[in-house]
């Protein structure tokens, strides 16, 4: 059984600056893209990060220049680092990734979402 386990929210002032964290835990096979998705209430879940196995993170309008994503392949991770956070950004995060467990089928896999409460 594969689960992704986040970490990282929290409640920080508007300018501040918050790092996610996300690990795949159990046996994994491979990881292909991973992603950051953040959700308000009320609106449906939207990209924030999306990063490829191989190449360049890409990011929603929105978040560029104040969000990087990074990950790492031999741990199975996947990070997020929010600076100059603004009220906007207070959402419910998600990891997500797209992978095969150990002796599975490749598939969809969800966190369990962290919150970012950003006060202004």
């Known amino acids: 059984q594969v689960q992704l386990v986040e970490s990282g929210g929290d409640l920080v002032q508007a300018g501040g600056s918050l790092a996610l964290s996300c690990v795949a835990r159990?046996?994994?096979?491979?990881?292909?893209?991973m992603a950051w998705y953040r959700q308000v209430p009320g609106k449906q879940r939207e990209l924030v990060a999306h990063?490829?196995?191989?190449?360049?993170?890409t990011y929603a309008d929105s978040v560029k220049g104040r969000f990087t994503a990074s990950r790492d392949n031999r741990k199975n991770t996947v990070s997020l680092q929010m600076n100059m956070l603004k009220a906007e950004d207070t959402a419910v995060y998600y990891c997500?990734?797209?992978?095969?467990?150990?002796?599975?089928?490749?598939?969809?896999?969800w966190g369990q979402g962290t919150q970012v409460t950003v006060s202004s």
């Open positions: 159990g046996s994994v096979f491979r990881v292909y893209a």
């Open positions: 997500y990734a797209d992978l095969r467990p150990g002796g599975g089928q490749r598939g969809d896999y």
């Open positions: 990063v490829p196995d191989n190449g360049r993170p």
